[in-house]
């Protein structure tokens, strides 16, 4: 009698022991796609999930963290194995999400938190939204119009290179509102940027399109997924560093690609002469 009892307690202990496996792995996992949508480096996803899943008193378990996709499984000895796949695809880069997460995972790790409590901190730093539209484009600007400068070109150069540069930005936010590909959204911002640097040309403006084309493609340029790449690379994680890898390169692709059929479009049309 003595012995079913004890067999029916751990029956009935373990269904419990699966839900907070359970919503322990998924919180892990949550963090970690919202960690990835937002630009975090893999090793640094990776190693926060290990350290939330060891922080909630878990012992049994293993995590694989690629570019664009979450491995993660449990198996505790009194509960039953758990596994959880989620795929991410490649976003922008969002700081003040990372930052939030990261003291997230910091206050998990040292025991300040609940578990229902950082559910809720998760979805308020999933909330955290970016700053308005005209910020953006106003900032973009006026960072194209600073790397103009950095680059050579003229305070007049730069003035010119700030009004493509803001127009470039609310084009970024229009694409990304229709789920226009990426590919795409670097052609025709590329494309565009060298049409107006070689419009205020036949303007005769005293300007230098090289340096309006140079300065206003930076917005665009894949830097951190090419310095992402070499880290992943180095770190024997050669998987993420070969998407990540390929990903830059076919943006510059993209961007080469808008640029010079531009270029070429306009020598055609002044009847073969090159740009000064």
């Not at 830097?223 to 180095?234: H, P, Q």
Request: proline share 4%.
């Amino acid at each position: 009698m003595s012995h079913q009892k004890k067999a029916s307690d751990a029956h009935a202990s373990s269904p419990c022991s699966d839900c907070r496996s359970k919503e322990i792995l998924t919180l892990a996992v949550e963090i970690g796609d919202a960690l990835l949508r937002s630009g975090g480096e893999i090793y640094r996803v990776e190693d926060t999930l290990f350290h939330i899943l060891d922080a909630y008193g878990l012992a049994h378990f293993d995590v694989y963290v690629l570019s664009n996709g979450i491995f993660a499984s449990v198996d505790e000895p009194d509960a039953c194995s758990l596994s959880m796949i989620r795929h991410v695809p490649l976003g922008d880069v969002h700081l003040g999400k990372i930052a939030a997460l990261n003291q997230l995972s910091r206050e998990i790790c040292a025991h300040a938190i609940s578990l229902d409590a950082a559910w809720a901190r998760l979805r308020d730093c999933q909330a955290l939204s970016l700053p308005d539209a005209w910020m953006q484009g106003l900032s973009c600007g006026i960072g194209c119009a600073c790397f103009c400068s950095i680059f050579g070109g003229s305070v007049l150069d730069a003035f010119c290179t700030l009004v493509p540069g803001i127009f470039l930005q609310y084009m970024r936010l229009s694409h990304q509102a229709k789920n226009v590909s990426k590919f795409m959204t670097n052609i025709v911002g590329s494309a565009f940027l060298t049409a107006a640097s070689l419009l205020l040309l036949h303007l005769n403006l005293p300007i230098h399109p090289d340096k309006i084309v140079i300065g206003g493609i930076v917005p665009l340029l894949p830097g951190i997924a090419l310095t992402t790449s070499i880290r992943n690379l180095f770190n024997g994680d050669y998987l993420s560093g070969a998407i990540h890898l390929l990903d830059a390169l076919l943006t510059a692709m993209c961007i080469a690609v808008g640029v010079g059929f531009v270029i070429i479009f306009y020598q055609h049309i002044k009847g073969g002469a090159f740009l000064p």
